[in-house]
């Protein structure tokens, strides 16, 4: 009895960090690592969305991103977002270098992020869809980016730069 006992308190611990696994995922292709995509959920009949993940390249060469898409929306656009003089400025960019050894990091708030343009349908917590990053470099990467709330995408995606 005192086995099973052990076994069934394993199993539930196991289940309840779960979750905690299941928020932090990451792809590795060639020398790129792209931890957390994470998009943010949108109120029903909102146009448009953004998506965020980080990107680092672990190799001697620079990677470039020049385009992405995704079937959830219509485009789906690089941008920048900065505040100049207490104003947001919002500025598409036509792509993003990321040299080697670094990583970028998309964040709610500001800085780079990915733009989901005409959207299909709201994006709700839970939900997930594909994304497809084209480098210059390596050609096309798919990722499945997972909506989550703002602070938890955020969270769980800095949690992979503790590894």
């Known amino acids: ?28 292709f060639e020398d790129l690592r792209i931890a957390h995509p994470f998009a943010t959920p949108t109120p029903p009949g909102a146009p448009n969305g953004a998506a965020y993940l980080d990107i680092t390249v672990e190799g001697d060469g620079a990677a470039t ?9 219509r485009a789906v656009e690089m941008h920048d ?5 207490g104003n947001m400025r919002m500025r ?3 792509e993003i270098r990321i040299e080697p050894g670094d990583t970028l990091t998309m964040r709610p708030g500001g800085g780079s992020h990915l ?12 939900d ?10 390596r050609g096309e990467i798919e990722v ?10 955020s969270e769980a995606a800095d949690a992979h730069h503790h590894d």
């Open 115 to 126: 733009m989901l343009l005409g959207l299909q349908e709201a994006l709700r917590v839970g």
């Open 81 to 85: 977002m900065s505040m100049d003089d």
């Open 1 to 28: 009895m005192p086995v099973r006992r052990a076994h069934w308190s394993a199993l539930f611990a196991a289940t309840l960090m779960l979750p905690a696994f299941a928020l932090a995922h990451d792809v590795r």
């Open 144 to 153: 499945e980016v997972w909506v989550q709330e703002a602070s938890d995408g």
């Open 92 to 94: 598409k960019l036509d």
């Open 128 to 137: 997930s869809f594909p994304l497809t990053l084209e480098f210059a470099e």
């Open 65 to 73: 991103l020049v385009g992405t898409s995704s079937p959830v929306s």
